[in-house]
Every structure is written in C-alpha cells, then in structure tokens.
C-alpha cells in the first residue's frame, strides 16, 4: 500500500511543486506579468512541440500507432462535451453556459499529460496518440460553442475555415504530426542535443508559468458553475469514461493518457479564448485555478486507485 502511495506521488508532487515554485516566483517578483505571457508563448508555441517530435521520432511508431485508440479518444471526448453541453442547461443566466462547457471537457493534455506520463514511465507513452484524438475537437468544439453562446444563429463557413486552419497551425498537433512522419522516414534528426535541451524545458517551464497565473480570487467567483465544472473535470468525467476504457483492455500507459485526458485540470487557454470572443471569463479563470489547485490531490487518488488496481 505504502509502495503504491509512493509510486502516485512520485507522478504527481514534483509538478505540483513547480506550479507553488511559480506562484511564489510571481509573488517575489522574479516572474511578471510580461515574463509569465512570454513563457506560456514559449512553452506552447515551441517546448512542447519540440517535446512531443522528439518523443515520436525516436519512437517505434507502427508499434506504437493504434488507431483504435486514437479513436476512443476521439469519441470519449464527444461524450465529455455532450455531458458538458446538457448539464449547462441547469444555468439560468445563459452567458455562463459557454465558459461553464468548455472549462468542463477541455483538459491540459500536452503539458500534465507528457509530465505525469514521463514521470511514471520515463517518456511521454500514448500521451501524443491521445493529443490527435482529443486536441483537435477541444478547439473545433470551443469555438462552436463560444460562438452560439453569444446569440448568433449560425455557424458561417469563413469562421469554420478559421477553426480547422487554427487546428492544422497548432504547434503541438504540428509536433506529432512531424513526429510521425520522422518515424516513418528514417532521415538523421539535426541538432538532437539542441532539441533535448529545448525539449527538456517545455515541462517546468510551463508548470511554473501556469502557477505564476494563479489568481485565487477568480476562483471563489460563481462558485455554482466554477464547482460543478470542477466536480466533473476531476471526478465526474473520469468515473464514467475510465472504467469503460478498462473494459476495452486499456491498462498502462493508455490509461494514464485516459486519465490525463478526462481528470486533468482545465486548461489556461480556455480563458484566453473566452476572453478574445467577448466573454466575461470569470467562470472561465475561475475553473481553471480550482481545477489546478484541487487536481493535486485528486490525480494522485486517482493513480493510487488504478495502481492499487493492477491498472498501471
């Protein structure tokens, strides 16, 4: 049992402790606002693709390539949405809705999948094949819901053409996507000790700016939406899509990626685009600092649980 304890903590206290490292790096002034834009740019638009590349390129990927999994990714996150969607039917005030079903369904996939995967294995797993199933719904559906959720009837072609061509330019969908065709065309990988070295930032350097972002006040505000979205992105989610996950066969890694993609904190980005299309965004923040904050416990309760289990 004791062992078992150990084993989650080992995944989980290191990136939490980096998340505190940022906060307290904001609070003593050595990150500022400028600085803390600068490293999510960073971390998102290089780190993490680079990350993700080489995780893939070195990787054997007709072993590792399983569509059906990619596949149950892709569905169990149309679940997550359709749950999202119909609880957020309970909210009176309907300018809530649309940051209520993002903040529900939307998970930090790459950066806490790829920490929490590489801390219990040593690399990244099934963390990548889970990013094609699920990211790519995760902005298609953010920007249908945002959008109909501020009155407008339709959804027009030109916005559409906007979103796919935002999800074909996403730097971490372009990382897997570079990563697999690497592995599939053994061509020597330039610099490769330039690319450990900028690949080894992407976790604590973004562990520590999304800490350096914590605005606890946010998180007390319309506790209503802000706890509910919080129940079901670490709890609620996760109790209904892993032990279907497990009822496939899906142990291991595959499940840790489940487990990233279902009970993860929301991610920042969910406030950044609520913002950008008009939102309030403070259910948005609010969902992310709560789920941030509570997620350190409950994703170590969820290891434990599965380690207790056999499971990984």
Not at 24 to 43: E, P, Q, S
Not at 66 to 93: G, H, M, N, P, R
Not at 156 to 182: S, Y
Not at 245 to 269: C, E, F, Q, R
Request: proline share 4%; aromatic share 10%.
């Amino acid at each position: 049992m004791l062992a078992n304890l150990l084993f989650c903590l080992n995944a989980t206290v290191p990136i939490f402790l980096l998340m505190v490292l940022g906060y307290v790096f904001k609070k003593i002034n050595i990150f500022n606002d400028g600085l803390t834009k600068g490293l999510n740019n960073f971390v998102f638009k290089v780190a993490l693709p680079v990350l993700v590349y080489k995780e893939l390129a070195t990787s054997d990927v007709e072993e590792l390539w399983d569509a059906k999994f990619v596949l149950f990714c892709f569905l169990a996150t149309v679940l997550s949405i359709i749950i999202a969607y119909t609880l957020s039917l309970l909210f009176k005030e309907k300018e809530i809705r649309p940051e209520f079903v993002q903040g529900t369904y939307r998970s930090s996939a790459a950066l806490l999948g790829v920490g929490i995967a590489t801390n219990l294995y040593g690399n990244a797993g099934m963390t990548p094949l889970m990013i094609i199933g699920a990211v790519p719904l995760y902005n298609v559906f953010a920007v249908i819901v945002l959008t109909l959720g501020q009155g407008e009837d339709k959804i027009t072609g030109a916005l559409m053409r906007k979103t796919l061509w935002g999800v074909i330019t996403n730097p971490i969908i372009i990382g897997v996507m570079l990563g697999i065709v690497r592995a599939f065309i053994p061509v020597p990988i330039l610099l490769p000790k330039t690319l450990d070295y900028v690949s080894n930032l992407a976790t604590p350097l973004g562990l520590m700016a999304l800490g350096a972002s914590f605005q606890f006040k946010e998180a007390i505000t319309k506790i209503w939406p802000t706890g509910l979205a919080t129940f079901l992105k670490l709890i609620g989610l996760g109790m209904i899509i892993i032990p279907i996950a497990v009822s496939m066969g899906y142990t291991h890694d595959k499940l840790v990626a489940v487990l990233i993609m279902t009970s993860s904190p929301t991610t920042v980005s969910t406030f950044v685009m609520a913002k950008s299309m008009g939102y309030n965004g403070t259910v948005s923040a609010g969902i992310v600092m709560l789920t941030t904050i509570l997620s350190a416990f409950t994703l170590t309760v969820w290891l434990y649980i599965l380690r207790t289990y056999g499971l990984i």
